[in-house]
């Protein structure tokens, strides 16, 4: 479908990646679940800063999830791509799963660096990518 560039409806073209930002809040597995519906997933960005303008520009929420997670003791923080999570990305002091159920990945437009560990049951609107 992706020809020069271009993404089918709804993406938004953003560095050569497709991106979608929901209007609507969900935990992070239906956020997935819903992703994967649209041919996609939650995103998983080569380029996260262009993803945090990108949600600046939507007037999108202060967070947002994306697709990362917590293995638990062995895995560490990975993509859904199976790619360890750059720990420079991470926020001031995170991840810092105050809770042990802060497991799931949001991006944090009003941060830098961005990203943040949140409760995966919270709900949050969520960036997919078209794959």
């Known amino acids: 479908l992706e020809v ?10 953003v560095v050569g990646e497709c991106f979608y930002l929901s209007p609507n809040t969900l935990s992070w597995h239906s956020a997935r679940h819903t992703c994967r519906g649209m ?13 945090k303008a990108f ?3 939507e007037r999108g929420p202060k967070a947002a999830w994306i697709g990362g997670m917590d293995l638990g003791l062995d895995g560490g923080w ?6 360890v999570i750059d720990s420079a990305d991470w926020g001031h002091n995170q991840p810092n799963s105050v809770r042990p159920t802060e497991q799931c990945l949001a991006l944090r437009r009003d941060w ?16 997919c990518q078209y794959t």
């Open 112 to 127: 830098h660096p961005v990203l943040d560990d949140l409760p995966c049951h919270q709900y949050q609107r969520f960036v």
């Open 4 to 13: 020069m560039g271009e993404c089918p409806e709804p993406f938004t073209a």
């Open 39 to 51: 041919g996609g997933d939650l995103a998983t960005p080569k380029h996260l800063y262009a993803l």
């Open 78 to 83: 990975k993509w859904i791509n199976g790619a």
């Open 55 to 57: 949600l600046t520009n």
